[in-house]
């Protein structure tokens, strides 16, 4: 059957630490993965989208791998803060696939 | 500014009544989505429409109705043959493609009793 599994539902690390969540995937063959931060109450937020054919993406302290052989994404937050507290999405998708498949998420808190 | 708008944020309703929950973007995208989000699982998809007048069903349409007669707007019934309809529903939009991000409401808390 087809899954997306994130990392252990929480995570915690201290500030300044870098923080690492995981999204593995079984039987699927996505053409790009994307990455969603969501808050408490609020809809998620778009932050980076990597494709099958790019190893590494970064945006600021944000940094995603995609590795097709693994089926798995690694989203780094660098020099993470407080402020970077909140439950990351993967989602998979590409043609074959025709619309987006989403992860349960990660919840991350970031101590002071 | 361009977003997307849920309302209300919150809704009681009694078991047995249907309810409908508004989305309505001013991001002149095409594609509109409603998700199902529940406590430890992921999104779940309803439905969603890549164009006006045309909609197809998610992974769990049973229960639910959409329409999309205007390209801002694409409100979502919960019909009373939903089970389980006591959760936080998010409309979503994209400009269209497989590739494109998707743009969130701040969602709709439902609670049926």
């Known amino acids: 059957s087809q899954k997306i599994e994130q990392n252990s539902e929480a995570l915690n690390i201290q500030e300044g630490k870098t923080a690492t969540l995981t999204c593995n995937y079984t039987?699927?063959?996505?053409?790009?993965l994307q990455w969603y931060r969501q808050d408490p109450g609020r809809g998620p937020v778009f932050l980076l989208l990597?494709?099958?054919?790019?190893k590494e993406k970064r945006k600021e302290r944000l940094k995603v791998t995609f590795d097709t052989t693994l089926k798995q994404s690694l989203f780094h937050i660098t020099a993470s803060q407080p402020a970077d507290s909140a439950t990351y999405l993967c989602?998979?998708?590409?043609?074959?696939?025709?619309?987006?498949?989403f992860g349960r998420g990660t919840q991350l808190t970031v101590w002071p | 500014d361009g977003g997307i708008t849920q309302s209300p944020k919150y809704l009681f309703r009694k078991e047995g009544q249907n309810v409908t929950l508004s989305c309505e973007q001013n991001?002149?995208?095409?594609?509109m989505y409603w998700y199902r989000q529940d406590p430890g699982q992921g999104l779940r998809l309803i439905y969603y429409?890549?164009?006006?007048?045309?909609?197809q069903k998610g992974d769990i349409a049973e229960g639910y109705s959409v329409s999309r007669e205007k390209k801002e707007s694409f409100p979502l019934t919960v019909t009373s043959a939903q089970k389980n309809p006591t959760a936080f529903y998010l409309c979503?939009?994209?400009?269209?493609?497989?590739?494109?991000?998707?743009?969130f409401g701040n969602g709709t808390r439902l609670t049926v009793t």
């Open positions: 991001l002149n995208h095409d594609a």
């Open positions: 990597i494709r099958e054919n790019e």
């Open positions: 979503a939009s994209s400009i269209g493609g497989h590739n494109s991000p998707l743009h």
């Open positions: 039987n699927y063959s996505p053409a790009y």
């Open positions: 989602a998979l998708g590409g043609s074959t696939l025709g619309r987006l498949y």
């Open positions: 429409s890549q164009i006006v007048n045309d909609f």
